[in-house]
């Protein structure tokens, strides 16, 4: 039987946060702008029409929690959303919380220059941050 296995080039660059009934949620680790990921738990899928049907719903509806959640949590201006995965090639979708005065407005946040690490242990706690907002949202519904 093959094991779901994240992508070394997102286990590298975030930490888990949360886990949906589909979809790992990662933060990405870059302390200058809120950046969740979800991940599709779902081997050899590259591309959200790959999905089953009932995941592609799931998948939607997790997304949309996970935008709630992101603003929430950081009360952005404009939320950007995408699954790019040009350099990646397994399915993940990018929760960007944007902000007027970020590193990369008005323009997208792939590329920018700027981007910086989480100091210490903050990468760790932001994770945990936002595991208590998911599980916040989840007793509340």
């Not at 996970?66 to 952005?76: D, E, F, I, R």
């Not at 997208?108 to 941050?129: M, Q």
Request: charged share 25%; aromatic share 8%; hydrophobic share 50%.
């Amino acid at each position: 039987m093959d094991t779901f296995l994240l992508h070394r080039r997102l286990a590298e660059d975030t930490a888990l946060a949360f886990e949906l009934p589909l979809c790992s949620v990662l933060l990405m680790n870059d302390a200058t702008v809120p950046w969740l990921i979800l991940v599709p738990r779902r081997l050899g899928v590259r591309e959200i029409h790959e999905l089953e049907r009932a995941d592609r719903m799931i998948l939607m509806e997790e997304l949309a929690f996970a935008s709630k959640v992101s603003c929430a949590l950081y009360s952005p201006d404009k939320l950007n959303i995408g699954a790019l995965g040009n350099i990646v090639d397994q399915l993940h979708i990018h929760v960007v919380s944007r902000f007027r005065a970020d590193r990369a407005w008005p323009g997208p946040v792939w590329g920018a220059n700027g981007a910086r690490a989480y100091d210490g242990e903050g990468l760790a706690a932001e994770a945990a941050r936002v595991r208590k907002a998911f599980e916040d949202g989840l007793n509340s519904a």
